[in-house]
């Protein structure tokens, strides 16, 4: 039972960096109706500003730094790589995207070199104990944080008044236009939030080990988390993102112990195997918006 119980602790603190990544997924594709896939170089580059600065700023300015920073390069790709394709199928900016994660990669390779990039968070390898359980403060931490954007972003949406036009952008663009709403505005502030959660993603997936050139991949991660939360959903996107971690944390624990024949590293896979089961039963999600279309 101690077992399980950790597993599932440390399955919440994973899958909370999933979940922030897969908020940013959730929060374009809601403005845009494309899927960004340069949220993982986001990422990076959020980890990037807090790994060179945090020696010389200290830890929270340098998270400051990042969140403002990679807002900032989210906002420019946006507005100098994606705005002129407005109009273009969804397809085809999405593969864009794709050109846009290998280029920002390419640069934060050779800033990153052969040798590991360490975030140097506050809570490092800390642990305490509650009951049996050994819990480490940076999944805490993680979690936490998770629970509070997703509480901000969700009174974002319900209460303020951009937050109001970007869900009636979300709806149907050519009515929120014909209100008064600026569209282009909207994609503008979609991406710089889509970058600043990257950013704070970006914090924590150093896990003690730092960051190299394949840490980008942990963000793959996000898209089973988006798809099983469902594309158009903030809250099946947190919950999509921890059900990952968690599932993921479950088979590395006892596949070994119950199922040797699947080989090493079946962990890695689990994601995709709930995916395919939660569409059996929900194609467009947990969460999702079903699309009807009439022909």
Do not use: C
């Not at 010389?56 to 990042?66: K, Q, T």
């Not at 002129?84 to 846009?100: D, H, S």
């Amino acid at each position: 039972m101690t077992q399980f119980a950790q597993a599932i602790v440390s399955g919440l603190g994973q899958g909370s960096i999933y979940a922030l990544v897969a908020l940013g997924f959730v929060i374009i594709y809601k403005s845009t109706r494309v899927i960004s896939f340069a949220q993982p170089a986001l990422m990076i580059t959020g980890s990037l500003f807090v790994a060179f600065l945090h020696d010389v700023i200290g830890f929270w300015p340098a998270l400051l730094v990042a969140v403002v920073g990679t807002a900032a390069v989210a906002m420019t790709v946006e507005r100098t790589t994606l705005r002129p394709m407005i109009g273009q199928p969804p397809f085809v900016v999405a593969i864009i995207t794709i050109g846009v994660d290998i280029v920002l990669r390419v640069v934060q390779n050779r800033l990153i070199g052969t040798n590991l990039r360490f975030v140097g968070d506050p809570w490092g390898l800390q642990n305490f104990q509650l009951g049996e359980l050994l819990i480490n403060q940076r999944d805490v931490a993680r979690l936490f944080t998770t629970l509070l954007i997703l509480a901000m972003l969700s009174a974002f949406f319900r209460y303020s008044r951009f937050g109001l036009g970007m869900r009636a952008a979300a709806f149907d663009q050519e009515t929120a236009l014909a209100q008064g709403i600026d569209v282009g505005r909207v994609f503008m502030v979609s991406w710089a939030l889509a970058g600043a959660l990257a950013a704070v993603a970006g914090m924590f997936v150093d896990g003690g080990g730092g960051i190299s050139q394949q840490t980008w991949i942990v963000a793959l991660k996000a898209l089973p988390a988006i798809i099983i939360g469902g594309l158009d959903s903030v809250n099946g996107a947190v919950i999509g993102g921890l059900a990952v971690g968690i599932v993921e944390a479950l088979v590395a624990s006892y596949q070994t112990e119950y199922f040797p024949w699947m080989g090493n590293g079946f962990a890695a896979v689990s994601p995709y195997v709930l995916l395919l089961l939660v569409l059996l039963v929900r194609p467009y999600g947990l969460f999702g918006t079903p699309e009807v279309e009439r022909v």
